[in-house]
């Protein structure tokens, strides 16, 4: 057993900003304490000085896609992700197991676990409610058995796209399996298809990416949401709006929450790409680089999703990482061109720097949007998602002496752009520990594969 030291920190912890040291243990992996001055006989060779760097808890990406879905492949597998979350500072993800038609959801789930198993970050799973519901409701307890308790639902797209009848139906049945309803938690994709098949119908130039935001306006987000929280307000669900990108939904929120509704247990989650750019990105054959759904949208949109951010009508920023090469991009009409970017390196500097550094985000704020709340949502809270005694040593140092200019060529994960090429952050990502290992150091990784663990 060795016991390891930072000190000097300026420490996030769950009640306060505390300057002192946190002492670990490297075998258990876990957090020993956290306190004011260290022991006078520590070993000085097990202590890092943090410099008066922040020391927050490794960060929760709650929204991922690493290795194979769909026809085209992820440039991700979970091992090069982990390596970009890793040097991004965030030690634990979720990612999906969805099945494809026919296929039973143990078959489905023991196949994410085998490619999962080269993760160097802890991970779990969200597992997708397709088409195939009642199968996967009837064996809803092998699903639980594997210790998956939240599932993702889709409004949209062949296999998985269920009525917002067939979304209460769902739940109702679950709930009626499982009488706890605090154990579960869903995570839903919040689009009208009506609408978004009628948009479509107008459509001249399909090869033009405009037409994904043009095909997918706001109000088909936001209809989408008003009807879910009828649902949440129906059933007492546990519900997070994955991906939110419309200004619209914020405001929905922000009125639910004013009269005193969904103040917990209806969530919005949303991601950095939706703070950062605007629908004018899709213009041109660039405009492939930035394609995902729900698109990106207008800078009031950007301007309410900062809002929500710092006011806490947004409660969790994940990355929603889904990257593609420029091959698979280029080429496509707004239809067939595969949706998603890169983020999970990123994801946590962007918000240190443009939310705490440029809009006076709190760091408290800061820590709930990058762990603590999906840690909690997502029931791996206190294991995850905060620094106390006893949770796992995943800790993340951010210096704000350096700052950090983004180029593909530093990021860890396997890109061949990233769509933020250019962007200078203020701070750096210093040094990250997973699970009481020093695993990224002064731009170093030193993790090995499938170090990351499954949390059942
Ligand atoms: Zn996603």
Not at 163 to 180: A, F, H, R, S, W
Not at 304 to 323: A, E, M, V, Y
């Amino acid at each position: 057993m060795s016991e390891q030291a930072i000190i000097n920190a300026k420490i996030v912890t769950p009640d306060e900003i505390f300057r002192g040291c946190v002492i670990y243990d490297d075998h258990t992996g876990k957090i020993k304490a956290v306190q004011k001055e260290l022991p006078s006989d520590f070993p000085q060779e097990n202590v890092t000085d943090a410099e008066e760097s922040w020391v927050v808890p490794g960060g929760f990406d709650a929204h991922v896609h690493l290795g194979g879905f769909g026809e085209i492949l992820i440039e991700d597998d979970f091992y090069t992700g982990s390596l970009g979350a890793l040097a991004g500072g965030t030690t634990t993800v979720i990612d999906f197991c969805e099945s494809e038609k026919g296929e039973s959801p143990s078959h489905c789930i023991e196949k994410r676990m085998q490619e999962a198993k080269a993760s160097a970050v802890d991970y779990a799973f969200h597992f997708v409610i397709t088409r195939d519901y009642e199968r996967q409701l009837e064996e809803l307890q092998k699903i639980l058995d594997y210790g998956i308790t939240d599932f993702k639902l889709f409004t949209v797209y062949d296999n998985t796209d269920l009525t917002m009848k067939e979304i209460e139906y769902v739940i109702k049945e679950l709930y009626g399996k499982i009488p706890d309803k605090n154990k579960i938690t869903f995570l839903v994709h919040a689009e009208e298809k009506d609408i978004i098949e009628k948009q479509k119908k107008q459509v001249k130039n399909p090869s033009d990416m405009s037409m994904l935001a043009f095909t997918r306006p706001d109000i088909s987000e936001r209809k989408a949401v008003e009807q879910l929280q009828k649902i949440a307000e129906n059933t007492g669900v546990n519900l997070c709006i994955a991906h939110t990108s419309a200004g619209a939904t914020v405001a929905l929120q922000s009125e639910q929450r004013t009269a005193g509704k969904h103040t917990e247990g209806f969530l919005l989650e949303t991601c950095p790409h939706y703070l950062e750019f605007t629908d004018e990105k899709l213009e041109g054959k660039q405009g492939a680089l930035y394609t995902m759904t729900p698109p990106l949208r207008k800078q009031q949109d950007v301007e309410q999703l900062w809002r929500g951010i710092l006011n806490g009508k947004i409660d969790i920023f994940s990355t929603d990482h889904c990257p593609y090469s420029k091959y698979d991009k280029y080429g496509k009409t707004y239809e067939t061109v595969p949706c998603g970017v890169d983020g999970i390196q990123t994801r946590m500097l962007y918000l240190f720097s443009e939310g705490v550094k440029k809009r006076g985000l709190s760091m408290k704020r800061f820590v709930e949007l990058t762990s603590e709340n999906a840690a909690r949502f997502y029931h791996r809270f206190p294991q995850k998602g905060c620094i106390q005694p006893g949770s796992d040593a995943d800790l993340v140092l951010i210096t704000e002496r350096e700052n950090t200019e983004i180029h593909v060529e530093n990021r860890k994960s396997n890109l061949d752009y990233t769509i933020y090429e250019g962007k200078q952050l203020e701070g750096k990502i210093q040094m990250v520990i997973k699970s009481g290992q020093t695993v990224y150091k002064n731009g170093k990784l030193n993790a090995e594969k499938g170090s990351g663990k499954y949390l059942g």
